[in-house]
């Protein structure tokens, strides 16, 4: 591996890792090759560790199309959501269709309810693991409504603008 590279060693292997999950997500190199531009050969050593492989990665528009069909079929898109992780974001789906402002609203009436049972549960700046896990899917689903709530606001000031 390159010693110019932006992230160390590890990060390019988990790359490549991450990359092999989305394959066997897929159902593996064989399913995956008909619905990107790349054969099963060239997918393997995109995924392999071996010294030979060590700078061959899936490109751009290879991973675009399979996480595209991951998220199609209801799986995470997991090499886009280990790319915005390591650049310090979370990948967050964005909304079937429109969210109508009134929706919206009891959303935010969820979210607020949330936030005040965060608070509750770490105001003594402990946490077991169980209540981290439930406090995180809560976490998820309000940061879904949120971006639910951006497109009903964003659609909402289209209408009023007459945007297409």
Same mark, same amino acid.
């Given at each position: 591996?390159? #010693?110019? =590279?932006?992230?160390?060693? /590890?990060?390019? =292997?988990?790359?490549?890792? +991450?990359?092999?999950?989305?394959?066997?997500?897929?159902?593996?190199?064989?399913? *995956?090759? $008909?619905?990107? /531009?790349?054969?099963? !050969?060239?997918?393997?050593?995109?995924?392999?560790?071996?010294?030979?492989?060590?700078? /061959?990665?899936?490109?751009? @528009?290879?991973?675009? @199309?399979?996480?595209?069909?991951?998220?199609?079929?209801?799986?995470?898109?997991?090499?886009?959501?280990?790319?915005?992780?390591?650049?310090?974001?979370?990948? +967050?789906? &964005?909304?079937?269709?429109?969210?109508?402002?009134?929706?919206?609203?009891?959303?935010?009436?969820?979210?607020? $309810?949330?936030?005040? #049972?965060? &608070? =509750?549960?770490?105001? #003594?700046? !402990?946490? @077991?693991?169980?209540?981290? +896990?439930?406090?995180?899917?809560? *976490?998820? &689903?309000?940061?879904? !409504?949120?971006?639910?709530?951006? *497109?009903?606001? @964003?659609?909402?000031?289209?209408? &009023?603008?007459?945007?297409?």
């Amino acid at each position: 591996m390159q #010693d110019n =590279r932006r992230h160390p060693p /590890r990060f390019y =292997r988990a790359l490549k890792t +991450v990359f092999a999950a989305a394959l066997g997500e897929y159902g593996g190199s064989a399913a *995956a090759e $008909a619905i990107v /531009r790349t054969g099963r !050969q060239t997918l393997d050593k995109c995924t392999s560790l071996r010294p030979e492989n060590a700078e /061959r990665f899936a490109t751009l @528009d290879v991973v675009a @199309d399979l996480d595209t069909a991951l998220a199609e079929s209801g799986a995470r898109p997991v090499v886009s959501e280990y790319l915005a992780a390591i650049s310090g974001y979370v990948l +967050v789906p &964005a909304p079937a269709g429109t969210t109508p402002l009134a929706e919206a609203v009891t959303s935010l009436r969820r979210a607020g $309810a949330f936030i005040e #049972d965060a &608070a =509750r549960a770490l105001q #003594d700046g !402990q946490i @077991d693991a169980a209540e981290r +896990v439930r406090l995180r899917a809560r *976490a998820c &689903a309000c940061s879904e !409504q949120f971006v639910a709530l951006i *497109a009903a606001l @964003d659609s909402a000031a289209a209408d &009023a603008e007459g945007a297409p």
